[in-house]
Nanobody
Framework: QVQLVESGGGLVQAGGSLRLSCAVS????????MAWFRQNPGKERVFVGA???????DYADSVKGRSTISRDNTSNTVYLQMNNLKPEDTAVYYC?????????????????WGQGTQVTVSS
């Protein structure tokens, strides 16, 4: 059984930074495509960014240039560094994982999910 546990969320002022972490346990972490999504109440879960098994990254336009995804295959952890945060970045952030390639920006393509961590950006 694969388990994902996010941490690092919190309250931050606009312009500040946060680093979210997602610890993965279970099967071989290095075999997974990893992604971050975010969601607000009553809204769909939205793609933030992803990192492939080989370390290539992709980002939503809304966070491009302000965010960096990285992975540490030694500690089985994926990170989302977010800088210059804006109030519209406020959401619950979810970590997701899948084993197979293909579409990486669609939530339905991911099999494993964490419980989410709240990020609140005050203006």
């Amino acid at each position: 059984q694969v388990q994902l546990v996010e941490s690092g969320g919190g309250l931050v002022q606009a312009g500040g930074s946060l680093r979210l972490s997602c610890a993965v346990s279970g099967r071989s972490f290095k075999d997974y495509y990893m992604a971050w999504f975010r969601q607000n109440p009553g809204k769909e879960r939205v793609f933030v960014g992803a990192i492939t098994k080989g370390g290539s990254t992709d980002y939503a336009d809304s966070v491009k240039g302000r965010s960096t995804i990285s992975r540490d295959n030694t500690s089985n952890t994926v990170y989302l560094q977010m800088n210059n945060l804006k109030p519209e970045d406020t959401a619950v952030y979810y970590c997701a994982a899948k084993e197979w390639g293909g579409q990486i920006t669609t939530a339905l393509c991911y099999v494993y999910w964490g419980q989410g961590t709240q990020v609140t950006v005050s203006s």
